[in-house]
């Protein structure tokens, strides 16, 4: 028997019924409650919980919300708790649930829009202001706009761009512990950004000026080291390592 067959026979291929719990609620709408609605959609051949929810609001729930906009896995606009976990909705296929039934609730730590539509944005741009998400230089002032870029070696230009592949979805701060005990706790996005600010040639800043945005409890010090952040990264980013670094960077200062 071939593997599609196969996977047709157990009842885990394009054709069954999917059964998808969603949390409805509009905070927004006088009198709403939070709410678990079923609805059932038949599976395709590659569908992922963002083609399935687009099915959903076009044929059944028109008022359903939830946010996309690249379907590439590189806005972060669709993150959503999925069976329990945090993750991007246009990244993640149906068939990946054998069970066929798939629970889908807002990101926690964020500002709820309406059902499955939460405000990361107002959140990135205080974590952005917070750490001063810009190239910090001595001659910043220096308008000549005939002045070439500093060079930059390629080998660390890697480095910065492996870290620069966030895409704030926020998967990383709904799976925080610490964040969700403390909400001044910069998170594991903020500490992204930090290294790779850190990791930066052009940016002048020491970390005696870092220590002043990170070296707390509300920063660095305040991170259990529970992994949630790396356990959930749709990117795979190496959390941990760079929260290390950067408190170990943090001590030699202190």
Request: glycine share 8%; hydrophobic share 35%.
């Amino acid at each position: 028997m071939s593997d599609k067959i196969q996977i047709q026979a157990n009842g885990n291929g394009p054709g069954r019924k999917l059964k998808f719990n969603i949390l409805r609620y509009n905070p927004q709408l006088a009198g709403d409650k939070p709410r678990m609605v079923t609805y059932e959609v038949e599976e395709a051949a590659g569908m992922t919980i963002f083609i399935a929810l687009n099915e959903i609001r076009e044929k059944q729930e028109p008022s359903l919300q939830f946010d996309f906009v690249c379907r590439a896995g590189i806005c972060g606009s669709c993150g959503m708790v999925i069976n329990g976990r945090p993750d991007l909705a246009c990244r993640t296929l149906t068939a990946k649930f054998p069970s066929g039934e798939i629970t889908l609730l807002p990101l926690p730590a964020f500002e709820l829009i309406g059902d499955l539509s939460v405000n990361t944005g107002k959140f990135m741009r205080a974590m952005s202001e917070r750490i001063g998400s810009w190239i910090h230089s001595s001659d910043a002032d220096n308008r000549d706009l005939t002045i070439l870029e500093e060079r930059m070696d390629p080998d660390l230009a890697d480095e910065i761009y492996e870290l620069d592949r966030c895409v704030e979805c926020g998967c990383c701060i709904s799976a925080c512990g610490t964040k969700r005990m403390r909400d001044e706790f910069l998170g594991a996005v903020g500490f992204m950004h930090v290294a790779r600010f850190h990791m930066d040639s052009r940016d002048h800043r020491s970390d005696d000026d870092w220590y002043e945005v990170i070296g707390d409890d509300d920063g660095v010090f305040g991170c259990m080291t529970l992994l949630g952040c790396e356990d959930n990264c749709p990117k795979d980013l190496p959390h941990q390592t760079q929260i290390a670094f950067l408190r170990r960077s943090m001590v030699k200062v202190a």
